[in-house]
């Protein structure tokens, strides 16, 4: 609560894969970056490994200067491009609430530093933290204002920016890279870790939920703007965190390129999605969309359905979505969303593999599932299948899926 942090004398750190603990390598280890988080768990004190007996412990109060304290388990949240290998190792059975939704990394600290589970898996300059520092946003935003006409969605965007700290959305006022646009007010699905909608009695939202439907109009002129000047290789793309499933303005959508597409041949056009309606895919790719992303937990139907809740489609239809975007030539991404323990399972990566075989996807961001993990633990249908590793997952699908590319963020393909 003071924002201190106590190592303990002697036992280790010790960390989950799953619900499981697992021992941890020195090489499983890096320095903590720089522009990561630590949290507290209130109500969840750590779990240490016994360097005398390997037995893990639970270490529920100390006496620190004569005055015993009840413990609090901390955890990570890694900077954008790093996959985190390992959960914290926490005693959580007490804990009355749900996390709020981040991706919660197994921390240590030795030889003066804080120790992270997790390894680089993409660098970017586009998304580096040190490139979006909030001294140079302000007076942006107040150009941008000045330059372009009052609308909707630049005064959501502004609050994204500002209040949610969307790297996408300082992009756009930053007049650079890669800038959001947000046409979604529904969603047909109900995902675990919506980051806009979360029901009453579970953690807060990360995000303000987009509360009306862009006109046409803005959103062409926000995306000629953004391509016509950004340099880099700018990016446009719809589906974020602050709305639900932009397939539901698959029309609006398809509108809007055609006409950014009369103004402007420059930038790359992207989408974001769940991947729920084919046919949709198929209308809007049509209209001179470039690139596509569709997010999945899992290549395995029942772990997929056990997350997304999907609303009248299923993984069949993600699927099909896949192959029909590789069929009708867009650089086709899949929004993977690991999580140790349930993402490294062997029969989970013998899926994936399956998966990108049949369908031709270029690229697999292997992004974190930001939510409580014991609420995914919870939920996740009951299975046998080993965990090799995060780092050996990776090792896997780079042999088995030579010609995929494995990263983090959004690739530019104009």
Known sequence: ???????????????????????????????????????????????????????????????????????????????PG?????????????????????????????D????????????????????????????????????????????????????????AAKNLFLRRW???????????AACLGCLSMQPAGNCEASHERLSFTPSREEIVSLAVGHLSRAPEKPIVSFGQGCEGEPLTEYRLMAESIREIRQKTGRGTINLNTNGSWPERVRTVAESG?????????SARPEVYAAYYRPRNYGFRDVERSILLAREMGLYTMINYLVFPGISDQEAEIAALIGLIRRTGVNFIHLKNLNIDPRQYIE???????PAVGMKEMVRILERELPGVRLGYFNQPVR
Not at 289 to 297: T, V
Request: proline residues 10%; aromatic residues 10%.
């Open 1 to 79: 609560e003071k924002g201190r942090i106590y190592d303990h004398p002697y036992f280790r750190m010790a960390a989950f894969s799953g619900r499981s603990p697992v021992p941890l390598a020195p090489q499983d280890l890096a320095p903590l970056p720089e522009f990561s988080k630590l949290f507290f768990i209130p109500e969840s004190p750590p779990v240490g490994v016994d360097p005398e007996t390997g037995a893990l412990r639970i270490v529920s109060e100390v006496e620190v200067d004569g005055t015993v304290t009840r413990c609090r388990a901390v955890a990570a949240f890694l900077e």
């Open 82 to 110: 790093w996959v985190r290998t390992h959960l914290p190792a926490v005693e959580d059975t007490e804990r009355s609430y749900t996390l709020p939704m981040w991706a919660y990394t197994a921390v240590g600290y030795g």
């Open 112 to 167: 003066g530093k804080y120790w992270a589970a997790g390894f680089r898996i993409e660098r970017n300059h586009r998304w580096d933290p040190r490139n979006y520092d909030d001294r140079d946003l302000i007076p942006a935003i107040k150009a941008y204002r000045e330059a372009e006409p009052d609308r909707p969605l630049v005064r959501h965007l502004v609050r994204c920016a500002t209040e949610n700290h969307c790297f």
């Open 178 to 188: 890669e800038a959001p646009l947000p046409v979604s007010r529904s969603c047909n």
């Open 289 to 297: 969309l470039d690139s596509i992303r569709i997010s999945l937990n």
């Open 379 to 385: 939920k996740m249908p009951a299975g046998d299948s």
